[in-house]
């Protein structure tokens, strides 16, 4: 049996531009999934994550028997949400050379589904260190963000970055831009993330933002103002200018919002982190709902933010420099 686990991110800055080719700079965040593998004797798969619920209820995912799942929802329903556990076992598989091998796995998460904080990528990244350990075969960080875009890739219907998958397999600040992926300097930022308990399908957004791209020029134009936005923002990295990067998240969120991915609640939250004296707040990840992320070392904002309507939840926030690694062998 082993447990590994992955962070998830917040993005710095380059969401959405970052599948066109522009930068972006994730920041992995101490909030972590754990993915438990254990090997089988048969080829079957089967897989209980408590976090998962779909319609109200905990998903027991299992293709052992001839019914399907044992849940009360629709076979398309679990599918769609096991989907990049199912990935991550098939590039475990691969990776060992063993299409056959079958696995129990247990999936914890303290990263809310669906949020921009990066779930997918962190389960995705943990279970494919988790799968390949387990079959005898070691990967370096490297090479289990590689499998484990590969598996986004898949189930985000050809629509995915490296940014996520990269940021949670090797840890700390990383800035990607196309198939470029390296680790970046970063002070310790005060990340204050506020979330309104709700989510947005990444798949889905990241087509919404392609047709608007296709459609519009100025939404292509728009696509690239981001990338300027963070190149700017590496400078102001760089310098450790933490007024200067709040300034320029601002500018990020009015560009995210542009493209239609932000939400009334997104919005609400981004104000009131302004309005409590934040250097700058921001939508993070594929946006729709879920998180907005803000810079302030005072608890100006958090304190701020339960007060808002639509804030569901508060919290801080440290940069993790740790990426995937095992926290059980046996
Ligand atoms: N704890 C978990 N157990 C099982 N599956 C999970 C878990 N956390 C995430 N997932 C999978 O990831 C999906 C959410 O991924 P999605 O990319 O839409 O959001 P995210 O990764 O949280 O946010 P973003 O991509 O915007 O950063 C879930 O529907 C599920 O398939
Ligand atoms: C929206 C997006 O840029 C980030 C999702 O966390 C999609 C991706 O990079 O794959
Ligand atoms: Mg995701």
Not at 249 to 272: I, P, Y
Request: proline content about 3%.
């Amino acid at each position: 049996m082993v447990v590994s686990s992955a962070p998830g991110k917040v993005y710095l800055f380059g969401e959405h531009a970052v599948v066109y080719g522009e930068p972006a700079v994730p920041c992995a965040i101490e909030r972590r999934a754990r993915v438990s593998v254990e090997a089988r004797d048969d080829d079957r798969i089967r897989v209980h994550a408590e976090d998962l619920s779909l319609n109200g209820f905990t998903v027991e995912y299992s293709d052992d028997s001839d019914g399907g799942p044992d849940v009360d929802v629709a076979e398309s329903l679990v599918q769609a949400g096991i989907g990049y556990i199912d990935a991550a076992v098939e590039q475990a598989r691969d990776a060992a050379g063993r299409p056959d091998a079958g696995f129990d796995i247990t999936v914890e998460s303290e990263i809310p589904l669906g949020a921009g904080l990066g779930s997918s990528a962190a389960v995705t990244t943990a279970g494919i260190d988790a799968g390949t350990r387990e079959l005898g075969v070691e990967l370096s960080a490297e090479e289990v963000a590689e499998r484990a875009y590969q598996a986004e890739l898949e189930v985000q219907n050809g629509e995915a970055s490296r940014a996520d998958t990269f940021c949670s397999a090797t840890g700390g600040a990383v800035r990607v831009e196309g198939d470029d992926c390296r680790a970046m300097d970063a002070p310790d930022l005060p990340f204050v993330i506020g979330f309104d308990g709700g989510a947005g399908d990444t798949g889905e957004l990241v087509a919404g933002v392609r047709a608007l791209r296709e459609e519009y020029d100025f939404a292509a134009d728009t696509v690239e103002s981001i990338g300027d936005v963070v190149r700017s923002g590496e400078e102001a990295l760089a310098a450790g200018d933490v007024a200067e990067l709040g300034e320029l998240m601002n500018f990020n969120h009015g560009l995210l919002e542009a493209l239609g991915v932000s939400s009334r609640s997104l919005d609400q939250m981004v104000w009131a982190a302004r309005d409590a004296g934040a250097h700058g707040a921001k939508l993070t990840g594929a946006g729709g709902g879920g998180c907005i992320v803000a810079l302030d070392p005072t608890d100006s904002t958090q304190t701020a933010l339960r007060y808002t309507p639509g804030c569901e939840d508060a919290f801080r926030a440290e940069l993790d420099t740790d990426g995937v690694r095992v926290e059980d062998e046996e």
